[in-house]
């Protein structure tokens, strides 16, 4: 219904930065809101930063004022991760996700549901 495809990971060394991209695209009706989350080996996955239509931001707390989430206003199926100042502790895997409305064509009409889509995942390794 929805895939979503992150793009832009990689090495870095320790107070360098990189930017991560997140494509959606589907049977997409709208997108709530937009995320990012990453799982550190032996971790669990947490949250790293959201974006709303509002636009409202949420950042985790070990990232704020390195990290910045956004859309592109030009392509709304489409939105970053710009990480500044990269530490050691920021290697993870990244994965992209949102919160869709999905169009499904039926008889007699069109059927909106919810849907959370999530990207296959994209390793950011911060090393010197």
């Known amino acids: 219904q929805v895939q979503l495809v992150e793009s832009g990971g990689g090495l870095v060394q320790p107070g360098g930065s990189l930017t991560l991209s997140c494509a959606a695209s589907?049977?997409?009706?709208?997108?709530?809101?937009m995320g990012w989350y990453r799982q550190a080996p032996g971790k669990e996955r947490e949250l790293v930063a959201t974006i709303t239509r509002g636009p409202t931001t949420n950042y985790a707390e070990s990232v704020k004022g390195r990290f910045t989430i956004s859309r592109d206003n030009a392509n709304n199926t489409v939105w970053y991760l710009q990480m500044n100042g990269l530490k050691f502790e920021d290697t993870a895997v990244y994965y992209c996700?949102?919160?869709?409305?999905?169009?499904?064509?039926?008889?007699?009409?069109?059927?909106?549901?919810?849907?959370?889509?999530w990207g296959q995942g994209i390793l950011v390794t911060v090393s010197s």
């Open positions: 996700n949102a919160a869709t409305l999905v169009s499904t064509p039926q008889p007699g009409g069109t059927r909106i549901t919810g849907f959370d889509a």
């Open positions: 589907g049977s997409i009706f709208a997108i709530n809101a």
